[in-house]
């Protein structure tokens, strides 16, 4: 009796474990295979996925998991292949679909992202499944899909139903990639979710053309009216409160961070320095932040940005190692003792080498961003912290950080990035420590080339990152 029981409060207390894991999980709906991995090849449907050209036109060929194939070179955003989707002069066109892990609910909103690109070259054989063959042409001859479309999101109640379109893209003219960041608000219970290329609207005739899918979002309940979203929250619970001392150098921080969807709307900078691996669950919002800590005072600050508004926290912790009893060293003898006592010689830093004249510009070089991104990559760091080190030691010099993009995008664009990615290095200085007003930054946008924007070699040269000197 006292078994069964147990039994049924373990049993009771199971369930409960399950329900509450799954009202936490009741915001998100997870797609399968949201980035669309697979191993590259044509007219080869990514798993998680229905063809919806099987049902639409099934005469064509399935859309292709890039890169590698038609002369498509792209990089993937993320992973190690992306989707490849075309539009056709025969009035036929690709998208896939999936049936939805939970249903998208009536006259509530959710938000979405999802990396889209172009591919300049998508060279498609003629004849047969592709395209239709122009006059003059033969079979062995390949068209360029090239021309730029838009994709369209439906929504419906099975596989490639289109009962309600949720979001239609403007054409997608760009080679990179750029996060779209959508909103829906269905009208009708959506079970089934689909992804599809189409011609710009409106338009004659039919043409060839293409659109590259990567890295997409969860699809995440938000509140109608982002006015509603409250700004983050940030706790910390250990150190509970910044007069704590320990004597054990390994620390765990731990914080909680409400109202932050994504681990990258989070920045952690212990002792000015960047925190690169930390633990971070969305879904109760628990932080983790395992350091080894230095002799004295050791600063953690937690920056938070969502919609809403940017929050900042700090926690303070001292470590004190415990003392050993100390040997005294043998004297060091009189020939070495001018050896000895001598300083190491200074870390080499190239910043070194430059002369500091007033109006003099210098490239901040190794400096690396994803793209339409003002995150820095990890192979940065070592930069950021030379160019530290060169303002440290040169306490009086004062610095403007000026970004710089490519011709391609618009003058709107390009501002924002370029201003968003020297901002992101008078942060990085800023909290390693030198003073704010020791530090300017500007967006240059695409006004100042130093190379043609013709040639992808003069492109990556004009997108940089530079300061004047003061």
């Given at each position: 009796?006292?078994?069964?029981?147990?039994f049924?409060?373990?049993?009771?207390?199971?369930?409960?474990?399950?329900?509450?894991?799954g009202?936490?999980q009741?915001?998100?709906?997870?797609?399968?295979?949201?980035?669309?991995?697979?191993?590259?090849?044509p007219?080869?449907?990514v798993s998680?996925w229905?063809?919806?050209g099987?049902?639409?036109?099934?005469?064509e060929?399935?859309p292709?998991?890039?890169p590698?194939s038609?002369?498509?070179?792209?990089?993937?955003?993320?992973?190690?292949?992306?989707?490849?989707?075309?539009?056709?002069?025969?009035?036929t066109?690709?998208?896939v679909?999936?049936?939805?892990?939970?249903?998208?609910?009536?006259?509530?909103?959710?938000?979405f992202?999802?990396?889209?690109?172009?591919?300049?070259?998508?060279?498609?054989?003629?004849?047969?499944?592709e395209?239709?063959?122009?006059?003059?042409?033969?079979?062995t001859?390949?068209?360029?899909?090239?021309?730029?479309?838009?994709?369209?999101?439906?929504?419906?109640?099975?596989?490639?139903?289109?009962?309600?379109?949720?979001?239609?893209?403007?054409?997608?003219?760009?080679?990179?990639?750029?996060?779209?960041?959508?909103?829906f608000?269905?009208?009708?219970?959506i079970?089934?979710f689909?992804?599809?290329?189409?011609?710009?609207?409106?338009?004659?005739?039919?043409?060839?053309g293409n659109?590259?899918?990567?890295?997409a979002?969860?699809?995440?309940?938000?509140?109608?009216?982002e006015?509603?979203?409250?700004?983050?929250?940030?706790?910390?619970?250990?150190?509970?409160?910044?007069?704590?001392?320990t004597?054990?150098q390994?620390?765990?921080?731990?914080?909680?961070?409400?109202?932050?969807?994504?681990?990258?709307?989070?920045t952690?900078?212990?002792?000015?320095?960047?925190?690169?691996?930390?633990?971070?669950?969305?879904?109760?919002?628990?932080?983790?932040v395992?350091?080894?800590?230095?002799?004295?005072?050791?600063?953690?600050?937690?920056?938070?940005?969502n919609?809403?508004d940017?929050?900042?926290?700090?926690?303070?912790i001292?470590?004190n190692?415990?003392v050993?009893?100390?040997?005294?060293?043998?004297?060091?003898?009189?020939?070495?003792?001018?050896?000895?006592?001598?300083?190491?010689?200074?870390?080499?830093?190239?910043?070194?080498?430059?002369?500091?004249?007033?109006?003099?510009?210098?490239?901040?070089?190794?400096?690396?961003?994803?793209?339409?991104?003002t995150?820095?990559?990890?192979?940065?760091y070592?930069?950021?912290?030379?160019l530290?080190?060169?303002?440290?030691?040169?306490?009086?010099?004062?610095?403007?950080?000026?970004g710089?993009?490519?011709g391609?995008?618009?003058?709107?664009?390009?501002?924002?990035?370029?201003?968003?990615?020297?901002?992101?290095?008078?942060?990085?200085?800023?909290?390693?420590?030198?003073?704010?007003?020791?530090?300017?930054?500007k967006?240059?946008?695409?006004?100042?080339?130093?190379?043609?924007?013709?040639?992808?070699?003069?492109?990556?040269?004009n997108?940089?990152?530079?300061?004047?000197?003061?």
């Amino acid at each position: 009796m006292r078994q069964a029981s147990l039994f049924s409060i373990g049993l009771l207390f199971s369930l409960c474990l399950l329900f509450m894991e799954g009202y936490a999980q009741a915001d998100t709906i997870r797609l399968i295979n949201a980035s669309f991995e697979g191993v590259p090849q044509p007219s080869r449907i990514v798993s998680g996925w229905y063809d919806c050209g099987k049902l639409n036109f099934p005469s064509e060929s399935p859309p292709d998991i890039q890169p590698g194939s038609f002369r498509v070179t792209n990089t993937p955003n993320d992973g190690n292949s992306f989707l490849g989707l075309v539009v056709r002069d025969n009035e036929t066109w690709e998208g896939v679909a999936q049936r939805l892990q939970r249903p998208l609910e009536a006259n509530k909103c959710y938000s979405f992202q999802i990396f889209i690109a172009k591919s300049e070259r998508y060279l498609s054989p003629v004849g047969g499944r592709e395209a239709i063959a122009p006059e003059g042409t033969t079979k062995t001859d390949s068209i360029n899909h090239d021309t730029p479309v838009t994709l369209r999101i439906w929504g419906g109640n099975g596989y490639c139903d289109k009962q309600e379109l949720l979001h239609q893209t403007s054409v997608i003219t760009h080679n990179r990639w750029i996060e779209y960041n959508l909103k829906f608000e269905p009208k009708r219970r959506i079970s089934h979710f689909m992804l599809e290329a189409f011609y710009k609207t409106p338009n004659l005739f039919p043409y060839n053309g293409n659109i590259l899918l990567d890295n997409a979002s969860e699809i995440i309940l938000m509140p109608c009216d982002e006015n509603d979203i409250p700004a983050p929250i940030l706790t910390f619970s250990n150190p509970p409160n910044n007069n704590l001392t320990t004597a054990k150098q390994k620390f765990t921080f731990q914080a909680n961070a409400q109202h932050v969807d994504k681990k990258d709307q989070l920045t952690l900078i212990l002792n000015g320095d960047l925190v690169e691996s930390f633990e971070f669950d969305n879904r109760s919002g628990e932080l983790l932040v395992n350091s080894r800590l230095k002799k004295g005072t050791n600063t953690l600050k937690i920056r938070a940005t969502n919609v809403k508004d940017k929050t900042e926290k700090t926690a303070q912790i001292t470590y004190n190692p415990p003392v050993a009893a100390v040997t005294p060293d043998p004297p060091t003898p009189p020939d070495q003792q001018a050896v000895a006592d001598s300083p190491p010689p200074p870390k080499e830093n190239k910043y070194d080498k430059k002369e500091i004249i007033t109006g003099a510009t210098i490239r901040i070089d190794n400096l690396y961003f994803p793209a339409d991104s003002t995150s820095f990559k990890t192979e940065s760091y070592q930069e950021l912290n030379e160019l530290y080190e060169y303002l440290k030691r040169n306490p009086s010099l004062k610095i403007e950080i000026g970004g710089h993009t490519n011709g391609t995008p618009p003058h709107e664009y390009c501002d924002r990035l370029s201003t968003g990615r020297a901002k992101a290095v008078a942060d990085y200085l800023a909290d390693k420590g030198i003073d704010r007003s020791r530090l300017t930054y500007k967006g240059y946008g695409k006004r100042k080339p130093i190379a043609t924007n013709k040639t992808k070699e003069g492109r990556t040269k004009n997108q940089r990152v530079e300061f004047r000197i003061l």
